[in-house]
């Protein structure tokens, strides 16, 4: 089974703090995703990365960035977070190109205070 | 026009009652198109896809594929308390990320 492990279920950082939202896949997968997601909103894509060292921003980047060091590992900074990035972040892999079937971790839920 | 539209809910039925999940898409170049299923505080979860007109069943679930009217349903039969959930739907395009619909919220009423 592919399993994503997002490091933390729950997260309370303060407005201003950086924050480091880590997600690990063990399939040897090539793509791996982030997004976010809101009530109302559904799911965004923030970044992907089709490669190491490669990232592509998706359709709500501002105030985020990506890195991809090693092929299993993808994380998602908070340069200096606030209150509106509040929210529920999904990460997700896939095997082939950015329209195989993704698989999730079980989510990172980030309050900014 | 959104790329995928789906109605949000919440879509109410019986219990054993026949539950029906409908996906319109407007990229005329998606060529399959996957449901996830997303229970409440947890990740989606891939359930089916289909790729060619027509139906593809597994279980009690049947997925519904009409390309040219760009229209894809999911069918739930037999409908359980256990299949309440948030039903989305993500056409796939080739080499770009998938795009999901914001879900239907489907509520089983025993």
């Known amino acids: 089974d592919v399993k994503v492990t997002q490091s933390s279920r729950y997260l309370v950082k303060r407005t201003g703090e950086k924050v480091f939202l880590e997600c690990v896949q063990d399939m040897d997968h090539e793509n791996m995703f982030w997004y976010r997601q809101d009530p109302g909103l559904g799911l965004r894509l923030i970044y992907f990365s089709y490669d190491v060292k490669m990232k592509e921003k998706g359709d709500i980047p501002e105030g985020y960035s990506v890195s991809r060091e090693k092929k299993e590992r993808f994380s998602l900074i908070l340069e200096s977070a606030s209150t509106n990035q509040t929210s529920m972040y999904l990460c997700a892999s896939s095997l082939y190109g950015g329209g195989d079937i993704q698989y999730f971790g079980a989510g990172t839920r980030l309050s900014v205070l | 026009q959104k790329e995928v539209e789906q109605n949000s809910g919440p879509l109410s039925v019986p219990e054993g009652a026949i539950a029906s999940l409908n996906c319109t898409y407007s990229d005329r170049g998606s060529q399959s198109f ?19 007109n027509g139906d593809k069943e597994d279980g009690r679930f049947t997925a519904q594929l009409n390309k040219a009217s760009q229209y ?39």
């Open chain 2, 34 to 52: 996957f449901w996830y299923r997303q229970y409440s505080g947890k990740s989606p979860e891939l359930i089916m896809f289909i790729y060619s």
């Open chain 2, 72 to 110: 894809v349903s999911l069918l739930i039969r037999d409908s359980q308390p256990s299949d309440s959930a948030t039903y989305l739907c993500a056409p796939k395009r080739r080499n770009t990320p998938l795009v999901f619909g914001k879900g239907t919220r489907l509520s089983v009423i025993a």
